[in-house]
Every structure is written in C-alpha cells, then in structure tokens.
C-alpha cells in the first residue's frame, strides 16, 4: 500500500527489515544496545559485528528510551541503521505514545542530517515490547505524516511489516488516515 504525502512517499510492505534496499533500516533496540531478538537479532546477524562494535565505542552509555542513534550498515545493503529503542508497554499509563512517536521522528530528524532519502521502519515495540498493534499503527503512522507533511523529507518511508496481522492493522489505520 502507498499514500503520498506532498512530495514524499510513505508506503507498507511486508517483509524482512534486513532484505530492504533503502538507505537507512531501522533496528528495534533496547537502552543498553545490547543486542537482542526480533529486529535486532536479525539486524545484527545480517549486518555483522561491526554494527556492535561501532555502538560499543560512540555509545557506551547506550540510548534514552524515545530516541535513537545511527551508525553504518556493515553487510546490509543499507547505508544506514537507526538504532530506536521503543518503550516498553505498560498499560499505557507510562507515556508510551509520546515515547513511541518520539522514536520515529527521532529517526526522521537523523534521516534529515544523513541526507538518507529512504528509510524502512519495522513496527518498533511491538514484539518483544508488547505495544498493542493498532495503538502503534496509529502513533506511528500519524507521527511520520506529520513530519512529512511539515519537513517534506525523506522522500521514501517504507512501514516493514513480519506479519499478515501487523499488515493489516497498519493498512486499516493508513487507509482511516487518507480516506
Ligand atoms: N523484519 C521486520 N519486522 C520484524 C523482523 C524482521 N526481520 N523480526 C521481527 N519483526 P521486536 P520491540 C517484527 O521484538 O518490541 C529485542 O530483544 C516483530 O514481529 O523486534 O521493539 C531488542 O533487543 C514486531 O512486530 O522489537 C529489545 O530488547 C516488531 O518487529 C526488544 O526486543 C518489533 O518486535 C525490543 O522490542
């Protein structure tokens, strides 16, 4: 499914984040960076030791949930990762929508100083960190239209859904949002 957005597009796809050829991919990390399962094990098996190494040595302290950091791609075909550590779900009194959007403006912004002209985001909090499906669907979408409309870059945002059922809520919300 695609929409533009003024100029830009904004599209969903399901698949493997890792198998995207865009330039940056988005990893769903944790505040340490430490690794994990999900995006990040594939991210960092596809990629190779030398993603670990470069978070290792220019960011020790990690990464403040709602934000993110970049580094090079190792042996993906991106140039980019954007290292976003979603919050955890917790019920929704712990301020997970303005997290969670945070998250992907974050990744915008560094889009933006990267000159990245396409970025592939996969559904940050919801696997491991157990964000309901639709109420992500919807932070998110709204949250990269908005900076689309007001910044009109990067030119591509592709959504990289795993699963039928992440696919559809996001195609529900996306089509609410245009219809
Ligand atoms: N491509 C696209 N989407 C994927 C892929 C893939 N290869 N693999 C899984 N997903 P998760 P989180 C989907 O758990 O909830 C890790 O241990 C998955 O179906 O990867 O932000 C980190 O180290 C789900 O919809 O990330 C953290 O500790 C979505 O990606 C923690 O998990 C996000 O699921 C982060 O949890």
New binding site residues.
Partial sequence: MLVTVGACRLELVQ????HQEVDAIVN???SAL??????????HEAGGPSLMDQTRREFPEGCETGSAVATAAGNLAAQFVFHAV?PVWRGGHGDEDRLLRSCYSRCLELAVEHGVESVAF??????????P?DLAAEASLDEVRQFLEQRQRPSLVRF????DG?FGAHARVLEEMVG
């Fill in positions: 698949g493997d984040i890792t769903a990390a944790n430490a690794g994990g399962s999900g995006v990040d094990g594939a991210v979603g996969p559904a940050i909090s919801t696997g491991v960190f157990d964000y499906v990289v859904l795993f699963s992440h």
